[in-house]
Nanobody, 122 residues
Framework: QVQLVESGGGLVQGGGSLRLSCAAA????????MSWFRQAPGKEREFVAA???????DYADSVKGRFTISRDNVKNTVYLQMNSLKPEDTALYFC????????????????WGQGTQVTVSS
């Protein structure tokens, strides 16, 4: 069993920054792909960013150049630094641990956090 706990969300003005954290507990963290997804009201959950066991990363086009995903394998924590935030970034942000398959597909993740709300005002 894996527990994922997100933190760091909040209300920020457009152009501002936030740093999300996701603390993991329960099994070997360093060998798994960790990702961030988000879900806005009335929309499907969408991929934001992934970081693989070897440190490689992948980003959705909508956040590339503005968001940075990183991980600390000593602290078992994954981070999402979000800069130049836009109102369209408003969503509930989830971290997740991948079980198998393509990193961009939420169906391939078997552990999820409860989410942290990010609201960007215009």
């Amino acid at each position: 069993q894996v527990q994922l706990v997100e933190s760091g969300g909040g209300l920020v003005q457009g152009g501002g920054s936030l740093r999300l954290s996701c603390a993991a507990a329960g099994r070997t963290f360093r060998t798994y792909t960790m990702s961030w997804f988000r879900q806005a009201p009335g929309k499907e959950r969408e991929f934001v960013a992934a970081i693989f066991w070897n440190g490689n990363t992948d980003y959705a086009d909508s956040v590339k150049g503005r968001f940075t995903i990183s991980r600390d394998n000593v602290k078992n924590t994954v981070y999402l630094q979000m800069n130049s935030l836009k109102p369209e970034d408003t969503a509930l942000y989830f971290c997740a641990q991948r079980a198998f398959g393509t990193a961009r597909s939420p169906e391939n993740y078997n552990y999820w956090g409860q989410g942290t709300q990010v609201t960007v005002s215009s």
